[in-house]
């Protein structure tokens, strides 16, 4: 079993930034894969970032890419993710995911533990 919980989310002007946080317990976190998905008011919930347990790679959502940056310490279970020059297309609730098995992943469905989320609201 692992439980996530993220935290850093809020509402800010278009061009801010903001770290999320994401606190892991349970077992043993360091050797999983870990990930962003985030979800906009009436719609899917979509891949933003991922990271190999040991933070070698990562793997961003294309319309992300070069404003976010997923990290990790595993020696405090966290994993984070930066985010610059945020967009009202940004707003949405952002949810923490870790693997059971696996290593990097884009897909949802290859993630077993979740977080309840953290909202991320942008304005114009």
């Known amino acids: 079993q692992v439980q996530l919980v993220e935290s850093g989310g809020g509402l800010v002007q278009a061009g801010v930034s903001l770290r999320l946080s994401c606190v892991a317990s349970g077992h043993t976190f360091s050797n999983r894969g870990m990930g962003w998905f985030r979800q906009a008011p009436g719609n899917q919930r979509e891949f933003a970032a991922a990271?190999?347990?040991?933070?070698?790679?990562?793997l961003y959502k294309d319309s992300v890419k070069g404003r976010f940056t997923i990290s990790r310490d595993n020696a405090k279970n966290m994993v984070y993710l930066q985010m610059n020059g945020l967009k009202p297309e940004d707003t949405a609730v952002y949810y923490c995911?870790?693997?059971?098995?696996?290593?990097?992943?884009?897909?949802?469905?290859?993630?077993?533990?979740w977080g309840q989320g953290t909202q991320v609201t942008v304005s114009s």
């Open positions: 990271i190999t347990w040991n933070g070698g790679s990562t």
């Open positions: 995911a870790a693997r059971k098995r696996g290593n990097i992943s884009s897909m949802m469905s290859d993630y077993d533990y």
